[in-house]
Structure formats: C-alpha cells, structure tokens
C-alpha cells in the first residue's frame, strides 16, 4: 500500500525523500527533523534540506524554536492545493501558448495524420473549435464516436449539417441521408470523412483502415475552399434528388448510376484509391 501511495506522490511532484518524510508526518506528527529522519528512512545528513523543500512548497508546517517540529498540511489540503496549482499552469500555458498557436495552425501546410483514431481525435478537435458551421461527410460508425462531441457544438449555437452514409438519426443536425447509402462503401473500398469547421480547416481521408487510415488537415484556403465547395454542391444535388428523384432517374438511371459510368476511368466503375 505504501509503495502505491509513494508513487502517487511521486506524481504530484514529490521526490522519493520528499514522500517518504511527508507521509512519516502524516503517521505521526508533530516530529524533530532527527524523529522524521529515523521514522522515515531518509539520510540525517538529507532531512533539513528535504524538510526545507516541503515548508517552502507549503506541504509541510513548521514549529520554529531551538528545535523545529514539523507537521504535515492534511492530505485533503495538499490535494486541493495541487489541484488548484495545476488549473492555474494550465490557464497560463493556454494564455502563453495562444500566440504560438497561430504558427501551429499556420494557413499554408498540409498536414498528415496517421490512424484511425488519430483522426478521429483531429475531427473532435475542429468540432470543438468551431463557432458558426460544420459539414461532416461521415458513415454511421464514426458518426457515432463523434455524436457527444457534434451535440455539444449544436448547444453551443454550431449549425451542423450532416451528409451520412448509412442510417443515422439525429435531433441537433441537419442530416441528410445519401442516396446511395452503402452501395457508395462497395463502389469505393471503403469509408472516409471530410470536415469543414467555419469554411476555415477541413479533415480529409479515409478511416477504414485502422491504423492504417490516412488523412490529411489544413487551414490552406487552396483546399479548404473546394472541399467545401464540393460538400455543399452534395447537398445541393441531394436537395434536388429528393425533390426531382423520378425524373433524374429516367435521364440518369437508377443512383444516376450512368452518370458514375460516364466520369469513371475504371472498367469496373469501382473506384480504387482504398488499397
């Protein structure tokens, strides 16, 4: 049980000399640096310069008089103390940070990333940062790992609207279900998902290999504008289909299955960029 506790406040900052005397102090207290020392296991010729540490840091309280005795703040304090630190660090390495930022998300690189999940994290990054829109191009299994984080975008007054593959029910989303639906999976090899936050970054790529998916990000208006472009014109012709269906599909066939045919350089139609 100890060597659990001497960890965690290896965690919290606390050197193995360091835990070692503060949870002598808390087993019994108060105590001479010499009754610390004996108690603990920590070098007589280390204990002042340990008890001094933890006074300083305000983990331990110290009795001045010929012979100082030591007590330890309660463990409930000491936790809320490091809590509250630990907020504090982050508020100002946010604030510190925030300029350098701007490099980070500079508007001229393409970036890639590696692994289903990874994308999947840079996606929930963009919904997160996002203020006024988001088009998702998405399949149900993703969709589900991103719906907590789309709803609370929606509550936060993002309009987001939603071109699914696959049945996907949503009550914060404009979500419009592809005509295709799973036929676009066999046709392609696979699933992707493209994002655009605020027509300002965009991820693209596929997320069907697992650790082998693959895409890319961007705040390069040179892709984030046709991206976009391309998203709202799939919205405009599912717009038209479901209004127009019928007499499309005399022209076009069934799915505009003819107008597939005639853009596709593949023999099969079937696309291959899914390997």
């Given at each position: 049980m100890k060597e659990i506790i001497f960890e965690t406040l290896k965690?919290?900052?606390?050197?193995?000399?360091?835990?070692?005397?503060?949870?002598?102090?808390?087993?019994?207290?108060?105590l001479t640096g010499y009754a610390v020392a004996k108690n603990s296991g920590v070098p007589r010729s280390r204990i002042y310069e340990v008890l001094d540490s933890l006074a300083i840091r305000g983990d331990i309280?110290?009795?001045?008089?010929?012979?100082?005795?030591?007590?330890?703040?309660p463990a409930?304090?000491?936790?809320?103390?490091?809590?509250?630190?630990?907020?504090?660090?982050?508020?100002?390495?946010?604030?510190?940070?925030?300029?350098?930022?701007?490099s980070a998300n500079d508007r001229e690189n393409i970036w890639n990333i590696t692994g289903r999940?990874?994308?999947?994290?840079?996606?929930?990054?963009?919904?997160?940062?996002?203020?006024?829109?988001?088009?998702?191009?998405?399949?149900?299994?993703?969709?589900?790992?991103?719906?907590?984080e789309l709803r609370q975008a929606a509550k936060r007054g993002v309009n987001v609207t939603i071109i699914a593959y696959g049945e996907i029910a949503s009550d914060f989303a404009n979500a419009y279900l592809h005509?295709?639906?799973?036929?676009?999976?066999?046709?392609?090899?696979?699933?992707?998902?493209?994002?655009?936050?605020?027509?300002?970054?965009?991820v693209a790529?596929?997320?069907?290999?697992?650790?082998?998916?693959?895409?890319?990000?961007?705040r390069h208006v040179g892709l984030v504008?046709?991206?976009?472009?391309v998203m709202i014109h799939d919205l405009y012709l599912m717009e038209i289909m479901e209004k127009h269906r019928e007499l499309?599909?005399?022209?076009?066939?069934?799915?505009?299955?003819?107008?597939?045919?005639?853009?596709?350089?593949?023999?099969?139609f079937k696309k291959h960029y899914v390997k």
């Open positions: 965690n919290l900052n606390f050197t193995e000399y360091e835990a070692k005397a503060y949870l002598t102090l808390l087993e019994e207290s108060p309280l110290v009795s001045p008089g010929n012979t100082p005795q030591y007590t330890p703040v409930k304090e000491l936790i809320k103390n490091r809590r509250r630190e630990a907020e504090e660090n982050f508020e100002l390495a946010e604030k510190s940070l925030a300029e350098f930022e701007r999940n990874e994308i999947l994290d840079k996606v929930k990054d963009c919904i997160l940062s996002a203020k006024k829109r988001i088009l998702l191009e998405v399949w149900k299994e993703e969709f589900e790992e991103l719906e907590s005509y295709m639906g799973h036929e676009i999976t066999e046709e392609y090899g696979g699933r992707w998902i493209v994002i655009s936050a605020d027509d300002s970054e965009v790529g596929i997320v069907s290999l697992g650790k082998d998916s693959r895409a890319a990000w961007t504008m046709p991206i976009t472009e499309l599909e005399e022209s076009f066939g069934e799915n505009l299955v003819n107008l597939r045919h005639k853009f596709s350089i593949h023999p099969d």
